[in-house]
């Protein structure tokens, strides 16, 4: 299993680690570490890019995958020379790509939390935080006549805890613990081992794999660009503010 570094630090871009493997699919090449500071796509979060480097060595990391066995996979390509298992590295990520995506990722617990603080009896079910689509979705009552007053609500309640600003913690816990941190509890996490919980501004727990900004000031203003039932769930869209 690859150490994901990100776990344990909300602003790491930067990693010195070792090569595990390296090997080619579909004409493109796939790198291991030991260890990474590079984010895989998963959570409705987007991949980190950036380099990995050997001396003059420079790969360039187009994509990076989580498989099912937890090794991390750093796909891209090399214009000269060539890594090797046990080589010394730095990996370096992209980091305009990571700041977006994190303030995206974020906006979305963001908006949960706004969504909690109105006491809306909405269940969150599933989100996407990508620069083309951001959104959260939820189980609860919904009526379209209510969505003008409802977006007013969350941009108002958005907007003080942005002003207000809150530093982000982080604490791994057991599984039946995650109750007294977390709102809500999805049913398709782990039973075993200690899962990780981010503390919202000290009051809001999620738990989450994901990249989150260090201080909840660091979203930047959140719009909501529309509120609508969509095959089912009420789905909340929305945006951050270009940095």
């Known amino acids: 299993m690859t150490e994901l570094l990100y776990l344990n630090d909300f602003n790491v871009t930067e990693c010195e680690t070792e090569v595990t493997g390296v090997r080619e699919e579909d004409g493109r090449l796939v ?15 987007d991949w980190d890019t950036g380099t990995i480097t050997a001396g003059d060595v420079e790969m360039t990391v187009e994509e990076v995958r989580l498989d099912d066995g937890g090794e991390v996979r750093h796909i891209g390509s090399i214009k000269a020379g060539q890594l090797r298992q046990g080589d010394r590295v730095r990996g370096r990520v992209d980091s305009d790509r990571r700041r977006l995506n994190t303030r995206l990722h974020s906006g979305g617990h963001l908006v949960d939390m706004a969504v909690s603080r ?9 989100g996407a935080h990508y620069p083309h689509m951001s959104f959260v979705e939820y189980d609860g009552p919904f009526e379209p006549d209510q969505a003008a007053d409802i977006r007013r609500d969350l941009e108002r309640e958005l907007a003080a805890l942005v002003a207000a600003g809150g530093a982000n913690t ?44 260090a201080d909840i000031a660091e979203v930047g203003p959140v719009a909501i660009k ?18």
């Not at 109105?118 to 599933?126: A, I, K, Q």
């Open 226 to 243: 529309r509120i609508k039932r969509k095959d089912g769930p009420i789905r909340v869209s929305y945006t951050v503010e270009a940095a």
């Open 31 to 45: 790198v291991t570490l030991a260890a990474t500071c590079f984010h895989p796509r998963g959570g409705g979060e």
């Open 170 to 213: 982080m604490k791994f816990v057991a599984a039946d613990e995650l109750p007294t941190y977390c709102r809500h509890v999805p049913p398709n996490l782990p039973r075993h081992g200690r899962l990780r919980v981010v503390i919202y501004a000290g009051e809001f727990g999620v738990p989450c794999g994901g990249t989150h900004v």
């Open 118 to 126: 109105l006491g809306l009896p909405w269940t969150p079910l599933r």
